[in-house]
């Protein structure tokens, strides 16, 4: 039984932190529809940046803001290259994948891995630290990512109903409309990305204070993991109209690392873990379709045809 609830602890945690990517990467995707792979590089640019502040002695919190703001400005990168220098989305998000390769080994001054043990943390500091203080190391980490990610959903919510979100939400559907409104859809574009690349720089700060250690390779299959958690949340859920798209693909999240995790449980080998992030997209992405093509056939009137 404690290993069953171990196990589902740390799904949770892994959940939740990964939700918060997944929250960025649903505003990329399904929002605007842009395929933006800069991802598996921006991840480790948050781990990269809370590494070199926790170590300098800056505030864990005001670190997971600076590594919000450093993926915001990889974002805006993107979006510059494919609104102003007209890059399609694909090559704009790998050529800002492929420079932050190098990036974030200049922010480690050359090291693939910098550990920061002992160093104060959003887990063992500051209010949160001592509320969650009685509670022991696993449940803890667990009560902060869970805090946090529903926070960055609330905010996501609550801008999406803002003017700005609004045209945001334009912006991917109908550009068009955009533009009749008299506004820029290249501009809302790169305001997406800003906020989609934050939020999984976010992530990335965050995983990186739970191990203590900032990895640049460590983003190795994001993208992959991000659209999967989206794709089987929006997918399962889409019926259930009383939950948010947000919170649907913080569930997809929790639920594609629990089938991870089943997986190695059963004795996977952990070099067969890209392979199975790859099989259960593709999964995903199959049954997603032909779902979507019974619910518009279901939506045909007999007599039309």
């Not at 995707?29 to 991802?39: A, E, G, I, Q, R």
């Not at 800056?58 to 600076?66: N, R």
């Not at 220098?85 to 693939?112: F, W, Y």
């Not at 609550?158 to 009749?180: H, W």
Request: glycine share 10%; charged share 10%; aromatic share 8%.
């Amino acid at each position: 039984m404690d290993i069953l609830l171990g196990l589902l602890v740390n799904v949770l945690q892994e959940g939740f932190i990964y939700g918060i990517m997944a929250i960025g990467v649903y505003i990329t995707y399904k929002v605007l529809d842009f395929p933006d792979l800069s991802v598996d590089s921006t991840f480790p640019l948050g781990s990269c940046i809370a590494a070199v502040l926790i170590t300098a002695g800056v505030d864990p919190w005001l670190s997971c803001l600076a590594a919000f703001g450093c993926g915001a400005i990889a974002g805006c990168v993107t979006g510059l290259l494919h609104v102003k220098l007209k890059i399609t989305d694909l090559l704009s998000g790998i050529l800002v994948m492929t420079g932050l390769l190098s990036v974030n080994l200049v922010i480690l001054d050359g090291k693939a891995v910098m550990p920061f043990y002992n160093k104060d943390t959003i887990f063992n500091s500051g209010f949160f630290g001592t509320v969650a203080g009685n509670l022991s190391a696993d449940f803890r980490v667990l009560v902060i990512v869970a805090g946090t990610c529903i926070l960055v959903k609330l905010l996501l919510d609550v801008y999406l109903k803002t003017k700005s979100g609004l045209l945001l939400r334009a912006a991917g559907d109908n550009a068009q409309y955009v533009i009749s409104l008299g506004k820029n859809p290249g501009t809302m574009k790169i305001i997406g990305l800003a906020i989609g690349n934050g939020c999984t720089a976010l992530a990335g700060c965050i995983l990186s204070q739970q191990t203590e250690t900032a990895n640049v390779a460590s983003g190795k299959g994001m993208v992959v993991m991000a659209l999967a958690s989206v794709i089987i949340g929006t997918s399962l859920l889409r019926k259930a109209k009383f939950i948010k798209a947000t919170t649907a693909v913080i569930i997809g999240s929790i639920l594609y690392k629990a089938c991870l995790t089943i997986a190695m449980q059963l004795g996977m080998p952990t070099n067969y873990l890209n392979f199975l992030m790859a099989v259960i997209l593709t999964v995903v992405l199959v049954f997603n379709k032909v779902f979507a093509g019974r619910g518009k056939n279901s939506n045909v009137n007999p007599t039309q045809i």
